[in-house]
């Protein structure tokens, strides 16, 4: 009964080829999140959809990409992935209740390995 | 420009005693807090929350405390068991939006 799920946990791909992350919810959140984690960092957040909104957070690198095309499903492309791209990305979503904040929901992760 | 903080990387506790882990927030516009918990390899797991409505929310062996004027939150976990050792991150955030602002996490180890 996983709730967030993201596809696939591990993900080796070489340096400049493109790659693509995903997550899926069965949760009907409406919003949807992407983190990145380096080694013993905080979680970054990369870009959310409220919606069919995107936003991107102003330090989030062009190399990184997202596309919603539905409720369920959102996407992280990274073009060209250098060796700092390795990281742990994290997949959440929320639903905000009557304007008041609640808690995000994370999947379990893709562990990104760029050789 | 860290806008929240965790200053103890790790902490080591006794297994039965009182875990108490600590966090730190610089901006005032943050109105709800929260802690997850985070295994390796796994995503974190939220485990309590607090709104900045109240000074405190309890949770069976988990309670966490708000401070306002200092800015300052803590996560309580009363008795701790070795199945608590994680990393905890605390969190805020405020707007519509919420997202969240992590703080960089410490490491709970607790020893049978």
């Known amino acids: 009964d996983a709730m967030v799920i993201q596809n696939p946990r591990y993900q080796v791909t070489q340096f400049g080829k493109p790659v693509t992350l995903s997550c899926s919810q069965t949760?009907?959140?409406?919003?949807m999140y992407w983190y990145q984690q380096k080694s013993s960092q905080a979680p970054k957040l990369l870009f959310h959809y409220y919606d069919k909104d995107f936003n991107n957070e102003a330090d989030t690198p062009d190399n990184f990409q997202s596309r919603r095309p539905n409720t369920s499903f959102c996407f992280l492309d990274i073009r060209s992935p250098g060796l700092g791209d390795a990281a742990m990305y994290l997949c959440?979503?929320?639903?905000?209740?009557?304007?008041?904040?609640?808690?995000?929901?994370f999947g379990q992760g893709t562990r990104l390995t760029v050789v | 420009d860290q806008q929240v903080k965790q200053n103890s990387p790790s902490l080591s506790v006794q297994e039965g005693r009182i875990s108490i882990l600590n966090c730190d927030y610089t901006n005032s516009m943050f109105d709800y807090f929260l802690w997850y918990k985070k295994y390796p390899a796994e995503g974190p797991t939220f485990l309590i929350s607090?709104?900045?409505?109240?000074d405190k929310n309890e949770d069976g062996r988990f309670t966490v405390f708000l401070n306002k004027s200092a800015k300052h939150l803590s996560l309580h976990i009363v008795p701790s068991q070795p199945g608590d050792s994680a990393v905890y991150f605390c969190a805020a955030s405020y707007g519509a939006g919420n997202m969240l602002t992590f703080g960089g996490g410490t490491r709970l180890m607790v020893k049978p």
């Open positions: 607090i709104s900045s409505i109240k």
């Open positions: 959440a979503t929320s639903r905000p209740r009557g304007g008041r904040n609640t808690e995000a929901f």
């Open positions: 949760l009907n959140h409406n919003v």
